[in-house]
């Protein structure tokens, strides 16, 4: 099998005009059955699917795919971004990476850059790309016009969109029934965003603690700051929430960023943990070894996500019917910063 | 002044054609003297210099930056990156990625990539990208030959290539200095990385124990396993150490991830921090308030190192004559893992 045949090759194989060839690729109907037969036997010979050989060729494809994510300083997007661009590499693809910002306009434009650089395929990683208002969306529809877009931890339903998600929902709602399980009543819910992610967590907590009769609308506590960083910032706000006398002795955290802000809350105020205050982190980073005791927190299986994301574009970009959909499921794990079993 | 002009404009003022103006840009010789003075003074009037006009104009570019780092999961790099793609968008620039991994092929691959995609400049974030024999880094020799080149903490002394440094020696000179003047012998440095801005560390180190007669050539560790994040691993390489008879009281890390190793080693062997283990970071990142006791580290003032090297890039586009490297100095902040004096 030829690998490396090129337009010019097929052309001088089926004894036609690159003209031809292309017009056969792209399935004009101005060439005769006869040579569209002689053209596609060609192909068939060296065992490609018109699809995969038009992309093959170079005819359509810079071996390029563009990818875009909100902020390469979040440790949840850059490690996803990270494990992407290794598993492309090996598969013989180059990545351009855009870091968007969390503005749509700003979105958009990048976008407008990786398709005007000819990019075979775009990825959006994280959930912050889809909007709850539908008209939001278009920029992505309008991609995926062009090329296959691939959602990372999002999904969205429209044709040439692949959605790869992790189930947030059932995880947080696993998550606070474990605590709850083992004797919390009075549990905050800390987080810092609406992005389709974010509901499904908080409406995994909100179904927990709905199911056990604890659910309590001050139990609620967004930050907002912009920092993702600012640890302590994050340990004032539940200075605030204690001295407005709302007691608690479990946060679940939206991520661990939050978990540890948590944690240094019960530091500064002399609480036991996991005894006087259990938390619970979301995304099993390295932050979950920084901190003593270590942090309890739940692996969304990144990895993983991106392996079958990658695996599924790459049945795209062949040809293959895949699935627009596949859903991951989460997994504890218990370190000391709760009472769980596991 | 009109800013959005456009080669027609110019054309049309100077009563010359497209081509003509062209001509002028591109400094060919086969336009009169009196009519390339006329583009010039149209140029002259609306106040560019033919440089500037040239980028302005779009004859020659996307207003899109290349930028190159090694490994987006790696925290500092993110950071930088994360800073650049800001401000140049601030500066009207959008920017592509590649993270290219640590092999000098694939860096090599990137490189190409952003040069066939018509970027107006190459950013190469952190020292990795140097090499120490001078043929390996030919990449980045060629690519200036096309577009300037612009090095954020690595120094390479060719045409159209600007550095910005941190000054890690001085930095890590001072941090090891004042170990030393809080009564500590036995410091042990923590590495695991043998780049430019490594070496460079390590060197700032051995000249402050040197000076007090302390150094030892078993005094340096090198951690190597490919991961930044294996917090626990860091620490048995501590316990190794120390297991083989080695007396240490004080840590110097190369980054705040061996420097967390050094505290979680205290931790499981009871050692109290800071009175029994000294412990200094390096990159004053997010991990520094993770951890209790917090964690003394050097801020190598990234944010003003990439302010200056946008600012650098942005002068050597408008066809300004900018310096060539420029240092800065970095700032040991005191927290709770030394015994040091601010």
């Known amino acids: ?70 902020d390469s300083s979040d440790l949840y997007l850059a490690k996803a971004v990270y494990y992407i661009e290794q598993l492309l590499r090996s598969n013989g693809y180059d990545s ?21 650089k000819k990019v075979d395929s775009i990825i959006l990683v994280g959930s912050n790309f889809i909007y709850e208002q539908d008209s939001d969306n278009k920029y992505i529809r309008d991609a995926a016009a ?36 083992s004797g919390r009543k009075d549990i905050l819910y800390f987080y810092n965003s609406a992005s389709y992610s974010g ?47 709302l007691f608690f002795n479990g946060v ?9 802000g948590a944690v240094k809350y019960a530091q500064k105020n002399g609480l036991k943990i996991p005894e006087e205050l259990s938390v619970i982190g979301y995304n099993n980073s390295l932050l979950t070894t920084c901190c003593d005791p270590e942090l309890t927190s739940i692996d969304n299986k990144l990895e993983t996500l991106c392996q079958h994301l990658t695996a599924t574009l790459m049945g795209v970009l062949n040809g293959e019917k895949m699935p627009e959909e596949a859903v991951f499921s989460g997994e504890i794990i218990h370190r000391g910063t709760t009472l769980l079993q596991s």
Chains 1, 2 share one sequence.
């Open 1 to 70: 099998m030829m690998t490396n045949m090129t337009i010019y090759d097929i052309s001088e194989k089926a004894g036609v005009s690159i003209a031809t060839v292309s017009r056969v690729l792209n399935g004009s109907s101005s060439v005769s059955e006869k040579t569209r037969k002689k053209v596609l036997d060609v192909m068939d010979r060296y065992g490609y699917t018109p699809n995969a050989f038009a992309r093959g060729l170079g005819l359509n494809t810079m071996k390029t795919i563009g990818i875009m994510c909100a």
């Open 96 to 116: 351009l990476l855009c870091c968007t910002g969390y503005d749509l306009k700003t979105k958009e434009q990048s976008m407008d850059l990786l398709i005007s």
């Open 146 to 181: 062009e090329v296959p877009v691939m959602l990372l931890n999002a999904v969205l339903k429209a044709p040439n969109v692949y959605s790869i998600v992790s189930d947030d929902y059932a995880s947080m709602r696993e998550a606070a029934s474990q605590m709850i399980a």
């Open 199 to 245: 509901r499904r967590k908080l409406a995994g907590y909100r179904a927990a603690m709905r199911e056990a009769g604890l659910l309590r609308e001050n139990g609620l506590l967004q930050f907002y700051t912009g920092s993702h960083e600012d640890i302590h910032a994050m340990a004032g706000q539940l200075e605030k929430v204690k001295s407005e006398g």
């Open 252 to 260: 679940i955290a939206a991520d661990d960023n939050l978990a540890l």
